[in-house]
């Protein structure tokens, strides 16, 4: 069975960098996709970006100045950075996984969420 | 980027009726699409992929259809545990693209 966790700091001051870490237990290390969401309070899902195991990246146009997805070398956490924030970035932050037979599988997984709130 | 437009807003069912929700995409998607259901405090739950192919444990009540620009997520008879907001998603291009969802109310 995959679990992910995810944390990261909970409360950031404008123009400071959010960065969130999600370790991914259990399931392929080998053959994935790794992609982080939000949600900001009362409103919809945004997709933040992505990363395969091959390390290729994909990212939403409207944070992509700001924005970076990376794997660690054991490709068991993944990780979000998001440079300069304002009080626009406050939302609860999802990571999931889908290994590459996602369809086989039928699912995919994500974490708890991380409510990150910026304000001065 | 790809809008992905979702109607109605808001859906009032009684338990035990069909519900039927729709989801729009400004350009064709093919059948890159994705139907997410989400409760108050919880992660989206995956519950349909490829428009109409059920995930791994979703009930025989959920079904998807459509191709191209107009799909349909319908519950074939409401459960208490049904009550929730559902999202569509488009993956066939970038950048990822959800609608804004559909609450489905209880009635």
């Known amino acids: 069975q995959v679990q992910l966790q995810q944390w990261g700091a909970g409360l950031l001051k404008p123009s400071e960098t959010l960065s969130l870490t999600c370790a991914v237990y259990g399931g392929s290390y080998s053959g994935f996709y790794r992609i982080w969401f939000r949600q900001p309070p009362g409103k919809g899902l945004e997709w933040i970006g992505e990363i395969d195991h091959s390390g290729n990246t994909n990212y939403n146009p409207s944070l992509k100045s700001r924005v970076t997805i990376s794997v660690d070398t054991s490709k068991k956490q993944f990780s979000l950075k998001l440079s300069s924030v304002t009080a626009a970035d406050t939302a609860m932050y999802f990571c999931?996984?889908?290994?590459?037979?996602?369809?086989?599988?039928?699912?995919?997984?994500w974490g708890q969420g991380t409510l990150v709130t910026v304000s001065s | 980027e790809i809008v992905m437009t979702q109607s109605p807003v808001t859906l009032s069912v009684s338990p035990g009726e069909r519900a039927t929700l729709s989801c729009r995409a400004s350009q064709s998607v093919n059948n890159r699409l994705l139907w997410y259901q989400q409760k108050p405090g919880q992660a989206p739950r995956l519950l349909i992929y490829d428009a109409s192919a059920r995930a791994t444990g979703i009930p025989a009540r959920f079904s998807g259809s459509g191709s191209g620009t107009e799909f349909t997520l319908t519950i074939s008879s409401l459960q208490s545990e049904d009550f929730a907001v559902y999202y569509c998603q488009q993956y066939n291009n970038w950048p990822r693209t959800f609608g804004q969802g559909t609450k489905v109310e209880i009635k």
């Open positions: 999931a996984h889908y290994s590459s037979d996602w369809r086989a599988e039928g699912r995919g997984y």
